[in-house]
């Protein structure tokens, strides 16, 4: 499934130092939320796998708008807070 462009994304390939799980809700929690109910780990690597510069947000939050997932199918998200407080405890904080 992998394209010819892993050879050279291998080389960029930026892996976490670390882990740990939200405690409370913040803008970047709630991003953090988007990328990885599409399949990402978070923005660092939703951008080397889709070799894309920039990810689409809704400019009055500043919220992910729009996410392709891995199958190419598309993901988009509302403008308000999707990531529930039940949900937050779910999302993966990478460290790098």
């Known amino acids: 499934k992998k394209s010819e462009v ?3 994304m291998a ?3 930026i892996k976490p130092k670390s882990m740990h799980h ?3 809700w913040s803008d970047d ?4 939320y988007r990328f ?3 399949g990402y780990r978070d923005e ?3 951008k080397q796998v889709k070799q894309v510069d920039t990810v689409e947000c809704w400019p ?3 919220f992910v708008k ?3 997932r891995r199958d190419n199918t598309f993901y988009y998200y509302n403008k308000e807070r999707e990531c529930e407080d039940k949900e937050v405890h779910k999302v993966k904080v990478y460290v790098y």
């Open 11 to 13: 080389q960029v390939d």
């Open 60 to 62: 009055e939050s500043g």
């Open 29 to 32: 929690v709630e991003n953090l």
């Open 36 to 38: 990885q109910q599409a």
């Open 66 to 68: 729009k996410l392709q």
């Open 44 to 46: 660092v690597e939703y």
């Open 6 to 8: 892993s050879g050279v």
């Open 22 to 24: 939200a405690r409370k």
